[in-house]
Each structure stands twice: as C-alpha cells, then as structure tokens.
C-alpha cells in the first residue's frame, strides 16, 4: 500500500510541475502531459480499486 501512495505523491508532483512549466512557458506540451498522466493515474486508481473490491467478494464465504 505504501508503494501505491508513493506513486500517488509522485504523479500529483508530475502534474503539477507540468502545470506550472506550461504556466511558466506556454507550450502547451506541458499541459497535455499533465492531462495525460492525469487520465493514466484515474486509470490505474480505478483497476486497483476494482481488484481490491474483487479481492474482498472473494473473501466473502457464500
């Protein structure tokens, strides 16, 4: 789970800093990877909650 936080603190500092490079230099490059990896990270958070949600019913007796 740690890992899964670190890499959350790491692509909210990637969007962020191409936000402020777009901001600073107005090539918006910077914006589109910022938007890029903003939709990978919805993405990945939406797999990883799906597998945990899964993981869960199948520790569920029935």
Partial sequence: ???L???????VVAIGA????YT???NRYY???SWRL???GIVFALVVFALMFIE???IIPL
């Fill in 1 to 3: 789970m740690w890992l």
């Fill in 5 to 11: 936080r670190l890499l959350a603190a790491i692509l």
């Fill in 18 to 21: 191409g936000l402020l490079v």
């Fill in 24 to 26: 600073l230099t107005g």
């Fill in 31 to 33: 914006l589109a990877l």
């Fill in 38 to 40: 903003f939709k990978y």
């Fill in 56 to 58: 869960r019913l199948a």
